[in-house]
């Protein structure tokens, strides 16, 4: 249950305020960093030299370290919280169909958008299942990641 001084700082939508086929762009953006990246793969034990190793990644085809792949996803996801589901979620059931068309560099900006593509309620009619396709872009605007994000989400409590 929602109590009331958490409902008033919630800034996500419930299950009936998404339309499929609208597209929700994110204002928030973010500069990742040579440290973002760093910390990232500190904390998930990700050691791939190629996000960490200057002289190995001067040597592959991208001529420089790549920003973990997860950071870039992980990072899209927070900054749709806040236009989708802060404090209207129930769950992240999935994260569907990732990919990564470009690589993303330190010190590239980054920013998101979210395409509603389906919606419907639980059997027991208490919540809704909605699907997103997040597409996150860089300061080019070339796509550098997109998937697919479905969560349960709330129903608008009864008033």
Known sequence: MVRLNEQSRMTGRYFEEFDVGETI???R???ISESDNQRFCDMTMNQQPLHLDDEFA???DFGERLVNGLYTMSLAVGITIPETTDGTIVANLSYDDVEHPKPVFHGDTIRVTSTVTEKRETSDGERGVV???VTVYNQDDEIVC???R???SRKRPAE
């Open 25 to 27: 762009e994110h204002e």
């Open 150 to 152: 479905t969560v349960l």
């Open 131 to 133: 699907t997103m396709h």
């Open 58 to 60: 001067a040597e592959t």
């Open 146 to 148: 997109e998937f697919d």
């Open 29 to 31: 953006r973010r500069t």
